[in-house]
């Protein structure tokens, strides 16, 4: 993945305290989709561009890889989405109403209701490419949104060719 267009760099090395803490993370790559979102030489200007089937991509079952996948994390190590207790969802900042189309049908798969809070800041900020996450966590932590000892899902997603997950408790990171 590249740092996209928002230059956001983020290096983690150890932690503080055993509070702050990646729980677990699964990523993987979904090369049927990969179709859907290609970068090539711009036929308008000079330079490439980012061609992409967003109808396509957004579609119920591309949309439900994330929630298969992480059923099968929870089959072999058990647990379930709803014993994990997030208090937050971080999905890729593509837009307000895919955000919530990837709850809606991530709640289907899972049968189970996702954290109410969405962590959110494309309606300010745009979509911020694969730093999305980042980002919006940050903006999310410096408005006092998420508290210390808050867990949080985090679901990345890139050009329709990588999905997964990553469960994550934040208590002394700031900004």
């Not at 308008?44 to 109808?55: F, I, P, R, S």
Request: proline share 2%; aromatic share 10%; net charge negative.
């Amino acid at each position: 993945m590249t740092v996209g267009d928002s230059a956001a760099a983020v290096i983690l090395d150890q932690s503080t305290s055993d509070a702050d803490c990646i729980h677990y993370y699964e990523l993987m790559s979904c090369a049927d989709y990969a179709r859907l979102c290609l970068g090539m030489p711009s036929d308008k200007t000079q330079g490439v561009a980012l061609y992409t089937v967003n109808a396509e991509m957004h579609k119920k079952d591309r949309i439900q890889l994330w929630p298969r996948f992480q059923m099968a994390y929870y089959k072999e190590h058990g647990g379930n989405v709803e014993s994990e207790k997030f208090d937050h969802i971080l999905h890729h900042q593509v837009g307000t109403r895919a955000i919530h189309n990837f709850s809606k049908y991530g709640a289907e798969v899972f049968e189970a209701k996702l954290p109410e809070s969405t962590l959110s800041a494309v309606e300010y900020l745009g979509n911020t490419a694969t730093t999305a996450h980042f980002i919006t966590l940050y903006e999310n932590i410096k408005s006092g949104k998420v508290k210390k000892g808050d867990k949080v899902l985090i679901v990345p997603a890139a050009s329709g060719v990588i999905t997964g997950f990553l469960s994550v408790t934040i208590s002394n990171l700031g900004v």
